[in-house]
């Protein structure tokens, strides 16, 4: 699994940190997020897309032969 | 609040414990608790350090833990077995308890803070395939553990029973000499713990050093 989080957060002048206080988790989980080493839950996904104002179809990019 | 109070309690917990093994003279497995503690509560207490606040314990880290607890009670429980037999069987004549206690500490504390650091990059690596034969491997120590306490306790309590009923030398008469089904049960229940547990390490090590899907 590939992500945009790095992409749209540097674009909306977010830290890490300032994300994962947005979002309600660890600074930890954003960088496993952005790496794609963490599949998070619908409402993780939902939660992180809306603080960086898009849709969870545009920040979590799905390999689909995987 | 809530957070901040089982964090306390953690931490007294464990200082009470380390008290309690230094006054044994168990240092290494003071040490040891000290160690894994602070690895395990480090992000915590640096959070508490710089903001003076705890971070929030967010989806990944209960996933984390719940797993971390399964597979260190599972790993924690089929060691304690696996130590348990040879003390039924007297292959160890003279055990000491303090070390047996303490490499079991060790060993349980291990797995658990291996499986804490590194189950969330294990298990998309394996796969589906991968992680129903690290489940198989898994079953297969639990199992041969169950097997291996209830044979060595009715072992023990048959040939007991039998004596106590039929008379002291009811094994010499009976020419079998000692019970011996549930002792031979109780042996390959060894052999396939062995391979349960090797076979999971492996499994758990072959998703760490894979390369990411």
């Known amino acids: 699994m590939k992500t945009r989080i790095k992409e749209y957060r540097v674009k909306h002048k977010l830290t890490q940190e300032k994300l994962a206080e947005v979002v309600g988790v660890r600074r930890e989980t954003i960088i496993f997020l952005e790496q794609g080493k963490y599949n998070p839950s619908l409402k993780l996904a939902h939660n992180v897309a809306k603080a960086l104002k898009t849709t969870v179809d545009e920040i979590f990019i799905f390999d689909d032969s995987y | ?213």
């Open chain 2, 1 to 213: 609040m809530k957070k901040r109070r089982v964090f306390i309690a953690i931490a007294i917990t464990a200082l009470i414990v380390t008290i309690i093994l230094i006054s044994v003279k168990a240092y290494y497995v003071a040490i040891a608790l000290i160690v894994g503690t602070l690895i395990m509560g480090h992000r915590e207490l640096w959070s508490l350090i710089r903001r003076r606040k705890l971070p929030p314990i967010d989806e990944r880290v209960r996933e984390n833990v719940n797993k971390s607890i399964r597979n260190g009670f599972i790993f924690l429980v089929t060691a304690l077995a696996f130590l348990m037999l040879p003390f039924s069987i007297r292959l160890i004549e003279t055990p000491n308890t303090v070390n047996v206690l303490g490499g079991l500490f060790v060993s349980g504390g291990m797995v658990y803070l291996l499986s804490y650091l590194f189950y969330d990059r294990v298990e998309p690596r394996l796969g589906e395939r991968g992680l129903r034969m690290l489940r198989i491997f898994l079953l297969v120590a639990g199992i041969s553990l169950a097997a291996g306490i209830i044979s060595v306790v009715l072992h023990n309590v048959i040939y007991g029973l039998f004596i106590h009923f039929f008379g002291a030398d009811f094994w010499d008469r009976s020419g079998v000499g000692d019970e011996p089904v549930f002792f031979i049960i109780a042996l390959l229940s060894v052999v396939a713990f062995a391979v349960g547990i090797i076979g999971s390490l492996v499994m758990f090590f072959k998703g760490l050093f894979s390369r990411s899907p």
